[in-house]
């Protein structure tokens, strides 16, 4: 009887540590981690002057890659939408959460939009312009994922892809807004 005992416990400690040997690898494998990316730019005019173009979250024209922008709702939060038709023929939807005239700042998500066209899911942006003197600082802030939410993404729809186009569009859109609010 006790062999029997003593060899169901060895199997159980067994058991418990083949058990045990699998967490480490569950931890392992793990999904997509959210990504941030922070732009600044300094614009040679007053804040008020950029303020007026980029607080219009309506038009969005000063960004390179648009050809066309459709809002409604103005300015007001979790009313406001726009839909961004891209040079490219793709189209972007987007919604206001935050706006705040007086501290130059509103906050934006994207709503709708193909991962062939941006590579990223669960997009969230603001974009905040701050007086410098007679000079404006403009920081566009995000966090995203990648654009397969999966394991082993593909190249073109993991972080460093999602990275890629975010930052590109960033460095696009500032350095238009940029010579549109100096007048270049």
């Known amino acids: 009887m006790t062999f029997v005992v003593a ?17 480490p690898g569950a931890a392992l494998a793990h999904g997509p981690v959210r990504q941030k990316l922070s732009k600044k730019i300094e614009i040679d005019a007053p804040a008020a002057k950029v303020w007026a ?28 939408k726009r839909k961004l038709t ?17 501290g130059m700042t509103l906050a934006y998500r994207i709503d709708k939009v193909d991962v062939k ?5 669960n997009y969230a942006a603001n974009i905040t312009v701050t007086p410098n003197g007679d000079k404006s600082t403009v920081e566009w802030k995000a966090a995203y994922y990648r654009g397969y939410m999966n394991n082993d993404p593909p190249p073109e729809l993991n ?26």
């Open 159 to 184: 972080e460093d892809a999602a990275n890629n186009a975010v930052g590109a569009i960033f460095d696009a859109g500032l350095a238009a807004l940029k010579a549109k609010a100096e007048g270049k």
């Open 7 to 23: 060899r169901r416990a060895l199997a159980a400690v067994a058991v418990s540590l083949a058990a045990a040997a699998l967490v």
């Open 117 to 121: 066209v941006l590579p990223v899911t």
């Open 53 to 80: 173009i980029v607080g219009n979250f309506q038009d969005i024209g000063w960004l390179p890659a648009v050809a066309k922008t459709e809002g409604s709702g103005d300015n007001t939060p979790d009313v406001a």
């Open 86 to 102: 891209l040079k490219n023929g793709g189209e972007i939807e987007e919604s206001l959460n935050k706006y705040d005239a007086a």
